[in-house]
T-cell receptor
């Protein structure tokens, strides 16, 4: 069974700091990786996806992928209390569907 | 554009009872997914449809869970009989064909409590 691992947290950062969320995956065949944000009691919503080695930036969010190390990360710059949520990392499963990690709970302290 | 619709939003049943959930995906989305999300865990795929055919049901407990997507549009997930460990949020998602570059859109979920 393919696995996606994340530190469950909670990860606490002060407002304005950089939050760094990490994810590792077991299947070298995975090609695309997704970060979802899930507020308590709500459904997941996509933040970004990445499929090439390196960095991909979108506003305050940067996704980083290192396929050799089977490692994906999400950086949130200038963290805001509204960023407090659980962040789910997902890897594709033979391009057919996704395997989700357990999520990392982020708390941004005012 | 209307999002993924699910009903009911909440359901409380006793163990050994049966329950059904309904999902209507975004118009034009050929792929539909049912996930189970237990509190504190990530979503686990139960079954994936493309149009009205099953693509992946490897993690569906087939002795008690069943799902169908007649006519390739809306879908129903059923549990019969329910167990205590089935208490979870059941999420429906849809996407265009293929997942590599296509976002999955999630519905609001159905929170099931089995007593």
């Amino acid at each position: 069974q393919k696995e996606v691992e994340q530190n469950s947290g909670p990860l606490s950062v002060p407002e304005g700091a950089i939050a760094s969320l990490n994810c590792t995956y077991s299947d070298r065949g995975s090609q695309s990786f997704f970060w979802y944000r899930q507020y308590s009691g709500k459904s997941p919503e996509l933040i970004m996806f990445i499929y090439s080695n390196g960095d991909k930036e979108d506003g305050r969010f940067t996704a980083q992928l290192n396929k050799a190390s089977q490692y994906v990360s999400l950086l949130i710059r200038d963290s805001q209390p509204s960023d407090s949520a659980t962040y789910l990392c997902a890897a594709d499963n033979y391009g057919q569907n996704f395997v989700f990690g357990p999520g990392t709970r982020l708390s941004v302290l005012p | 554009e209307a999002g993924v619709a699910q009903s009911p939003r909440y359901k409380i049943i006793e163990k050994r009872q049966s329950v059904a959930f309904w999902c209507n995906p975004i118009s034009g989305h050929a792929t539909l997914y049912w996930y189970q999300q237990i509190l504190g865990q990530g979503p686990k795929l139960l079954i994936q449809f493309q149009n009205n055919g099953v693509v992946d049901d490897s993690q569906l407990p087939k002795d008690r869970f069943s799902a169908e997507r007649l006519k390739g549009v809306d879908s129903t997930l059923k549990i019969q009989p329910a167990k205590l460990e089935d208490s979870a949020v059941y999420l429906c998602a849809s996407s265009l064909v293929g997942v590599i570059y296509n976002e999955q859109f999630f519905g609001p979920g159905t929170r099931l409590t089995v007593l």
